[in-house]
DNA sequence: ATAATACGTCGTAAGTTTGCGACATAGATA
DNA sequence: TATCTATGTCGCAAACTTACGACGTATTAT
């Protein structure tokens, strides 16, 4: 959060500002859904099916599993990267009073002017 | 999108990162929820509402408006920023598919090792 | 033991965000 | 007209992100 005057924030929006960062890149959301798509969690070789270098997406899973939102298990040689799926669904709670308090006041059309 | 490799994604996954970036500040996550909250759309004197300057205020306020989150309308002196409910509305379709996607999987629990 | 494999760490380059003060502009008002 | 007020624009500094190659480490296999 460069430069951020975060803490003048309520936990609330900052927590909701965290998680929506960790989603504010595409390499992310791909990897959520890889994880969400393999029926087993799926090793490291993540970096394979994305066109990032493997230290990239590696950094990227850092993010990831700085919130938690996914889980690594070291399995011998391997690792299993998997998602946190209860956490998912309370964040996806979080997103959707959100969104409900959101869309719910007054607002302009699609194009017209709203009425000032 | 720094440095940005975002071709190479579906735009599925660019769209929904470029929304949750929007989010991904608790001063734009403050501003959503203060306009949903006033019934009338409010003019530039949210900064007076943050702990920001005008000046940061008005840049958050032109990235909102670059997704097309918000509207502004100018009303002689003032501007009114209201919300986009409509747009809001899908985006919020679209987190709630995702999310969706992302805990139907499996999984590992709250603590527990996942079976790899 | 030695090598191979799979992960993780470090350092760095380049680009983006955040935050702000100072200046510019335009409608309203005296 | 002169001025005040409300917005918008510019440029800059500091911090953060993204992306990678090169190197370190640990576990398995030979």
Redesign the pocket.
């Known amino acids: 959060?460069?430069?951020?005057?975060?803490a003048a924030f309520t936990e609330e929006q900052q927590h909701l500002a965290r998680v929506a960062?960790a989603l504010?890149?595409p390499?992310r959301v791909a990897i959520i859904q890889l994880l969400a798509s393999k029926q087993t969690c799926i090793?490291?070789?993540i970096a394979a099916e994305l066109?990032?270098?493997?230290?990239?997406v590696?950094?990227?899973?850092?993010?990831l599993k700085a919130l938690d939102l996914i889980r690594?298990e070291?399995d011998?040689?391997?690792?299993c990267y998997c998602l946190n799926t209860a956490l998912l669904q309370q964040v996806y709670q979080q997103f959707t009073a959100f969104f409900i308090e959101a869309t719910a006041g007054a607002a302009c059309g699609p194009d017209e002017a709203c009425g000032c």
């Open positions: 959060m460069t430069h951020a005057k975060t960062k504010a890149h390499a090793s490291g070789d066109p990032l270098s493997r230290t990239t590696f950094q990227h899973l850092q993010e690594g070291i011998g040689l391997t690792v």
